[in-house]
């Protein structure tokens, strides 16, 4: 069978309407970090560069573009939260990405409610279905090929506190599709959601004996 592919080499341009990149690794969760600053300012920011990376223990990770005040906060403290955004806040999660001074809040900006948590001195979305309490394990700025510094920063974190919303849980199992996260994509502004329309069962295959 044969195919047209497009090929591009990244440094030197894509040569289409709009980099391919996002929309490929794509949809992502969105890393809504709360921090707060070594003065007392509490800051919350989405982050579209987000994942999980172990799950004993449970280590959870962003990247920033930039050195943004989520990562000087956390590299002052030594802490942060991680909260979901589901599709009934995503609206004041967009608030919160506004460039507003370092000096405010982007909980008051945003009308979310700050709760502070248990074993991190650091405040979560008290509207939000699940939020993790995180200690720094590793902040590392990367590199690209040649061993250059990018101005990124990966900040990885230890889940240490795990708060839940019972209405998301049955029997034990939280139902992901009820909590409806949504999920960053490639395009401007677009985003996905989730739905029961789309789950499918795939159980890991069992090796053959003789």
């Not at 990376?53 to 050195?67: E, H, L, N, R, T």
């Not at 990966?154 to 708060?163: M, P, Y």
């Not at 049955?170 to 599709?177: D, I, K, L, R």
């Amino acid at each position: 069978m044969s195919r047209t592919v497009h090929f591009y080499e990244p440094q030197k341009g894509h040569q289409l309407a709009h980099d391919p990149f996002k929309s490929i690794i794509a949809p992502r969760p969105i890393g809504w970090i709360s921090s707060r600053s070594a003065q007392g300012v509490d800051n919350l920011a989405p982050y579209s560069f987000f994942n999980a990376f172990s799950d004993s223990p449970p280590i959870i990770g962003f990247s920033s573009a930039g050195w943004k005040d989520s990562v000087a906060n956390i590299q002052e403290t030594g802490e942060f939260c991680w909260n979901m955004t589901s599709k009934s806040l995503v609206e004041k999660m967009n608030l919160s990405c506004a460039p507003i001074p370092a000096s405010e809040s982007e909980f008051a900006f945003s009308g979310l409610t700050a709760v502070e948590s248990r074993l991190v001195n650091v405040p979560r979305v008290a509207e939000a279905p699940v939020s993790f309490e995180c200690k720094l394990t590793q902040l590392i700025q990367l590199n690209n090929a040649q061993q250059q510094a990018i101005p990124f920063w990966l900040v990885l974190g230890e889940v240490v506190g795990v708060h839940i919303d019972t209405d998301f849980l049955e029997e034990g199992v939280f139902q992901t599709v009820k909590a409806a996260p949504v999920m960053r994509a490639g395009g401007p502004a677009t985003y996905f959601g989730i739905s029961a329309d789309t789950q499918f069962e795939l159980f890991r295959p069992e090796y053959p004996r003789p």
